[in-house]
Structure formats: C-alpha cells, structure tokens
C-alpha cells in the first residue's frame, strides 16, 4: 500500500507564502495524477491543484494563480507553491493519489494564516 507523506505547514501572516511537499512511497508513481485537497473546521474537503501523469494541471476555483503544483517524478514527489496566502486559505491539506473517490491520501498537514 503506498504511503503518503506530506510536510512543510506551518503558520504564515497574511500575504506570505508556504511550500508543501508530498513524498510516496512505492513505484509507478509517474502514472498517477496527484494532487492536494484541503479541509478546514466545518467545511467539506476540496480540489486544491491536481496535476496528471502528463503533467497537466487543474485548481480550484479559489487558487485564482496564487497557487502551483509541480511534480518531481525521479524523486515520487509532488509540492504545492502557495503565494499571496489569505486567513481563508487556513486548513488541513491532503495529498492524494489517483483521485478522491478511489485514491489514497496522505494523513494531511496544517497551514495556518494569520490576519
């Protein structure tokens, strides 16, 4: 079973930026799509950024270009550049593996922006 772990959240001020990153375990990992979801207190979790095995990207509507996935496929990683961050983008962000109906997931981290 493949293992996900993701690392670099933190607490942030408004207006600065984060890099999250995910490392899997396993092989294969450039066949998957990958991507980060989020959940915050109350909410449902979300599509952060997606990114295919082909390397074409997807985000939520929200990112609106503050955001960049990539992936690092010699090293089965994937990381989140997050820029220009708002108290509303507070949250537990997932990495997951093959989609969210099916896909794996990774136990989350936590980014935190103050006002």
């Known amino acids: 079973q493949v293992q996900l772990v993701e690392s670099g959240g933190g607490l942030v001020q408004s207006g600065g930026s984060l890099r999250l990153s995910c490392a899997a375990s396993?092989?294969?990992?450039?066949?998957?799509?990958m991507g980060w979801y989020r959940q915050a207190p109350g909410k449902q979790r979300e599509l952060v950024a997606q990114?295919?095995?082909?390397?074409?990207?997807n985000y939520g509507d929200f990112v609106k270009g503050r955001f960049a996935i990539s992936r690092d496929n010699a090293r089965n990683s994937i990381y989140l550049q997050m820029n220009s961050l708002k108290p509303e983008d507070t949250a537990v962000y997932f990495c997951?593996?093959?989609?969210?109906?099916?896909?794996?997931w990774g136990q989350g981290t936590q980014v935190t922006v103050s006002s």
């Open positions: 396993g092989s294969r990992f450039s066949r998957y799509a």
């Open positions: 997951n593996r093959g989609g969210p109906e099916y896909g794996d």
């Open positions: 990114i295919t095995s082909g390397g074409s990207t």
